[in-house]
């Protein structure tokens, strides 16, 4: 069983920074991809990075590179994201999402992922 509880959502101005956290409650974490994802009133969730669980390596929705980085403590079992230069359009419900790798590259989409949390509301003015 895989527990996932986000924090660190608030309400920024335009151009703010947050720091988004998420506490896993799981057996070797170190063997779990770990995403973040968002859904925006009346849109799809969309990935918005993930982070691989070896090697660290990690990947980013073309809307947010270069502001926002995604990072994870092994030890502590969590997952961050680091979201800089926010703007309006970053407004949404920002999900973290899990799934054991099994020896695969970790996806991108809603469907390779097993395990989310409740999410935290980022809103944006």
């Known amino acids: 069983h895989v527990q996932l509880v986000e924090s660190g959502g608030g309400s920024v101005q335009a151009g703010g920074s947050l720091r988004l956290s998420c506490v896993a409650s799981?057996?070797?974490?170190?063997?779990?991809?770990m995403a973040w994802f968002r859904q925006a009133p009346g849109k799809e969730r969309e990935g918005v990075a993930r982070?691989?669980?070896?090697?660290?390596?990690?990947a980013y929705a073309d809307s947010v590179k270069g502001r926002f980085t995604i990072s994870r403590d092994n030890t502590e079992h969590t997952l961050y994201l680091q979201m800089n230069g926010l703007k309006p359009e970053d407004t949404a419900m920002y999900y973290c999402?899990?799934?054991?790798?099994?020896?695969?590259?970790?996806?991108?989409?809603?469907?390779?992922?097993?395990?989310w949390g409740q999410g935290t509301q980022v809103t944006v003015s």
């Open positions: 999402a899990a799934d054991n790798a099994r020896g695969r590259i970790c996806g991108v989409r809603t469907e390779d992922y097993n395990f």
């Open positions: 799981v057996y070797n974490y170190g063997r779990y991809c």
């Open positions: 982070i691989s669980p070896a090697d660290g390596t990690t």
